[in-house]
């Protein structure tokens, strides 16, 4: 399961306190992870969602595929780049404020979200750069 940021950040981002984090925990545990997955899905490239390892020469370290190998944090886990937390923040907030479905803005944005998938226009902004073309 891919969640690219924690609990304690989207509850800190959406400005949960502690009195509303009971109700909201398993709201968050269903779309921590979902979100996170929708954000590999778009970006279509997975090596490109982590920051990079480097070695001395400040080269980026490259593992017997050929792919990067990605910076670990203190748990062992890969660091997600900035832009991939900022977006999924963002898009867990446009989520959150519409979850009881009265919010029909995302009809809207899922025109400008591009090819099929429902992200919002500001999770799209963030992560473009970093998207894989699926054009030959």
Not at 6 to 23: C, K, M
Not at 39 to 48: A, Q, R
Not at 93 to 115: C, I, L, W
Request: glycine letters at 8%; aromatic letters at 8%; a negative charge.
């Amino acid at each position: 399961m891919i969640e690219f940021v924690t609990q304690a950040e989207a509850e800190n981002h959406l400005r949960i306190d502690s009195n509303d984090s009971i109700f909201d925990a398993p709201w968050l545990a269903v779309f921590i992870p979902a979100i996170s997955e929708a954000v590999v899905e778009w970006v279509k490239d997975p090596d490109k969602l982590y920051i990079p390892e480097y070695d001395s020469n400040g080269d980026p370290v490259i593992d017997s595929n050929g792919e990067p190998v990605p910076d670990l944090d203190s748990n062992g886990h890969p660091q997600p780049k900035p832009l991939v937390k900022a977006a999924v923040l963002i898009e867990l907030e446009r989520q959150y404020r519409s979850r009881g479905g009265e919010d029909d803005t995302f009809v809207e944005d899922f025109g400008n979200a591009g090819y099929g998938y429902v992200l919002g226009r500001g999770s799209v902004a963030l992560l473009t750069s970093l998207r894989r073309s699926t054009v030959a």
